[in-house]
C-alpha cells in the first residue's frame, strides 16, 4: 500500500509527524510477517508556507524527515495558491500512483489536494473532519467543507465533529471517530517543552536587537501570551488600531506579555503606523515566529493565554491554561468553557476582553481532555487506513 500525506502549513507538521511515526512502528512490526503488505509512505510538501528556518525547525522539534517531495507553490492569492498546487500535485499523483492521499487540517494545500486526489480516481483520508465554525467568510471553513465532501474516509477529532458529519448527511460507514492527533504530539514533546529555558527562547528569538527587558518575571510562569494572525484581527485598521493600545497601555500593566509576532502582523503593525507603539513598551517582549517547542514552553508557563489560533485553543486544553479567543466564533467547539475547556470567545470587542482577562488573572490553570484525546489518535487513523473496505 502507497500513501502519499500532505502538508502545507507549519500546524500540517505538527498533526502529520505522530501519523509517521505510526506508520514507521507499522512496518516495524510487520517485517517479519510477509503475509501482511508494508506500507510505503510518501510526505508531500506544497510549500504554501516556505520559511526555511522555521520549516528546518519544525521537522528537526517533531523529529521527522524532511519531505520527501516539496511542490514549491509559496504565496500568492487564494485562487494562485490552490491552482498553482493542483498543477504540481498532480504530476506527484500520475507518478506515485498512491492508494490514498492523507490530508490534515484545512489550509488551501488541504482542498487542492483533495481536488486533484479525486479526479485522478484515489482515495482520500481527511484526518481532523467535521471542524465547523459556521463562518463561511473564513476560507479555511470552505477548505474544510469541500474537503470533508469528497472525502472517502473522514476520521473526526471530537463528539461534537462526528455530529456535524451526520447532520451534513454522510454516510455513517466513512465516518470514524478517533481522536485529535495534535494532541499526540503534544504528548510526545510535553516534557521536553518543559525543559526550555525562557531566556534561551529571548536569545534565539528576540526581534529588536537592542531591547533590554527583565526575564526575572518570566521565570516565576506568570505572564501573559499573545498569538494573533487572522484578518479580522489584524487587516482591519480600525480593529488593530483599537487593540494594540488596550493591549500596551492595559493588559501589559496588568502582567507582562510575550508577543511572537506572525509576519502578517508585524507588517500590518507597520503599515498602520503602530510599530513603535508596540516595541516601545517595556512590559511586552516582542519576539519572531517561534517553533513548536518554544511556543508550548510558553503555553505551559503562561497564566493566560490570548490567541486567534485554533491549535493553541486545543493546547490550552491540555495545559490548563485560561484561553482568551480572540474570534467571535470557532470550529473547535469542544475546547469552550460552556463544553468542559478553558477558552472563552470575544472576538475584538475590548469590553470583552478586558472582562475575560480580568477573570482569568484570579484562575487556576484547570487541565482538560476531551474523549480520545489520549495521544493514541495516530495509531487509529492508520488502522482506519489499513482496514478500509475489509
Given at each position: 500500500?502507497?500513501?502519499?500525506?500532505?502538508?502545507?502549513?507549519?500546524?500540517?507538521?505538527?498533526?502529520?509527524?505522530?501519523?509517521?511515526?505510526?506508520?514507521?512502528?507499522?512496518?516495524?512490526?510487520?517485517?517479519?510477517?510477509?503475509?501482511?503488505?508494508?506500507?510505503?509512505?510518501?510526505?508531500?510538501?506544497?510549500?504554501?508556507?516556505?520559511?526555511?528556518?522555521?520549516?528546518?525547525?519544525?521537522?528537526?522539534?517533531?523529529?521527522?524527515?524532511?519531505?520527501?517531495?516539496?511542490?514549491?507553490?509559496?504565496?500568492?492569492?487564494?485562487?494562485?495558491?490552490?491552482?498553482?498546487?493542483?498543477?504540481?500535485?498532480?504530476?506527484?499523483?500520475?507518478?506515485?500512483?498512491?492508494?490514498?492521499?492523507?490530508?490534515?487540517?484545512?489550509?488551501?494545500?488541504?482542498?487542492?489536494?483533495?481536488?486533484?486526489?479525486?479526479?485522478?480516481?484515489?482515495?482520500?483520508?481527511?484526518?481532523?473532519?467535521?471542524?465547523?465554525?459556521?463562518?463561511?467568510?473564513?476560507?479555511?471553513?470552505?477548505?474544510?467543507?469541500?474537503?470533508?465532501?469528497?472525502?472517502?474516509?473522514?476520521?473526526?477529532?471530537?463528539?461534537?465533529?462526528?455530529?456535524?458529519?451526520?447532520?451534513?448527511?454522510?454516510?455513517?460507514?466513512?465516518?470514524?471517530?478517533?481522536?485529535?492527533?495534535?494532541?499526540?504530539?503534544?504528548?510526545?514533546?510535553?516534557?521536553?517543552?518543559?525543559?526550555?529555558?525562557?531566556?534561551?527562547?529571548?536569545?534565539?528569538?528576540?526581534?529588536?536587537?537592542?531591547?533590554?527587558?527583565?526575564?526575572?518575571?518570566?521565570?516565576?510562569?506568570?505572564?501573559?501570551?499573545?498569538?494573533?494572525?487572522?484578518?479580522?484581527?489584524?487587516?482591519?485598521?480600525?480593529?488593530?488600531?483599537?487593540?494594540?493600545?488596550?493591549?500596551?497601555?492595559?493588559?501589559?500593566?496588568?502582567?507582562?506579555?510575550?508577543?511572537?509576532?506572525?509576519?502578517?502582523?508585524?507588517?500590518?503593525?507597520?503599515?498602520?503606523?503602530?510599530w513603535d507603539q508596540v516595541i516601545r513598551s517595556k512590559n511586552i517582549l516582542v519576539l519572531n515566529?517561534?517553533?513548536?517547542?518554544?511556543?508550548?514552553?510558553?503555553?505551559?508557563?503562561?497564566?493566560?493565554?490570548?490567541?486567534?489560533?485554533?491549535?493553541?485553543?486545543?493546547?490550552?486544553?491540555?495545559?490548563?491554561?485560561?484561553?482568551?479567543?480572540?474570534?467571535?466564533?470557532?470550529?473547535?467547539?469542544?475546547?469552550?468553557?460552556?463544553?468542559?475547556?478553558?477558552?472563552?470567545?470575544?472576538?475584538?470587542?475590548?469590553?470583552?476582553?478586558?472582562?475575560?482577562?480580568?477573570?482569568?488573572?484570579?484562575?487556576?490553570?484547570?487541565?482538560?481532555?476531551?474523549?480520545?484525546?489520549?495521544?493514541?489518535?495516530?495509531?487509529?487513523?492508520?488502522?482506519?487506513?489499513?482496514?478500509?473496505?475489509?
Open positions: 500500500m502507497k500513501i502519499i500525506s500532505v502538508v502545507g502549513a507549519r500546524p500540517n507538521f505538527v498533526k502529520i509527524a505522530p501519523f509517521i511515526k505510526a506508520i514507521i512502528l507499522y512496518n516495524s512490526n510487520l517485517k517479519s510477517k510477509k503475509e501482511f503488505e508494508l506500507i510505503d509512505h510518501v510526505l508531500v510538501h506544497t510549500g504554501q508556507h516556505y520559511d526555511e528556518r522555521m520549516n528546518d525547525s519544525f521537522f528537526k522539534n517533531l523529529g521527522i524527515s524532511r519531505p520527501d517531495i516539496n511542490l514549491g507553490v509559496g504565496s500568492g492569492t487564494h485562487a494562485e495558491q490552490v491552482g498553482n498546487t493542483m498543477i504540481e500535485f498532480e504530476k506527484v499523483l500520475k507518478l506515485e500512483k498512491p492508494d490514498w492521499v492523507v490530508l490534515v487540517g484545512d489550509v488551501n494545500a488541504t482542498l487542492a489536494c483533495s481536488i486533484t486526489a479525486k479526479k485522478e480516481n484515489i482515495k482520500c483520508c481527511h484526518i481532523e473532519a467535521g471542524l465547523r465554525s459556521g463562518d463561511m467568510t473564513m476560507p479555511e471553513e470552505i477548505n474544510r467543507l469541500v474537503t470533508d465532501r469528497l472525502s472517502d474516509l473522514l476520521l473526526a477529532p471530537d463528539v461534537l465533529s462526528v455530529d456535524n458529519l451526520y447532520k451534513e448527511g454522510n454516510d455513517k460507514n466513512q465516518v470514524r471517530f478517533v481522536g485529535n492527533i495534535m494532541i499526540d504530539s503534544l504528548d510526545d514533546n510535553i516534557t521536553k517543552a518543559g525543559k526550555i529555558k525562557i531566556q534561551d527562547i529571548f536569545n534565539e528569538n528576540n526581534l529588536i536587537p537592542d531591547q533590554e527587558f527583565d526575564l526575572s518575571i518570566f521565570d516565576l510562569d506568570d505572564f501573559g501570551l499573545l498569538t494573533m494572525h487572522r484578518p479580522s484581527n489584524v487587516d482591519n485598521k480600525e480593529k488593530l488600531c483599537s487593540l494594540v493600545p488596550f493591549i500596551t497601555n492595559e493588559l501589559a500593566i496588568k502582567m507582562k506579555i510575550i508577543w511572537p509576532l506572525h509576519p502578517r502582523t508585524m507588517k500590518q503593525l507597520k503599515f498602520f503606523g503602530l515566529p517561534i517553533n513548536y517547542l518554544e511556543m508550548l514552553r510558553l503555553n505551559l508557563g503562561a497564566k493566560i493565554v490570548l490567541t486567534d489560533s485554533g491549535g493553541i485553543q486545543e493546547e490550552c486544553c491540555i495545559t490548563g491554561t485560561p484561553c482568551i479567543t480572540l474570534r467571535k466564533n470557532t470550529e473547535r467547539p469542544i475546547t469552550l468553557v460552556a463544553n468542559g475547556g478553558v477558552s472563552v470567545l470575544v472576538g475584538n470587542d475590548i469590553e470583552k476582553i478586558r472582562k475575560e482577562f480580568d477573570l482569568a488573572m484570579e484562575k487556576r490553570k484547570s487541565p482538560f481532555r476531551p474523549e480520545l484525546w489520549d495521544g493514541k489518535t495516530a495509531a487509529r487513523c492508520l488502522k482506519e487506513i489499513v482496514n478500509y473496505n475489509k
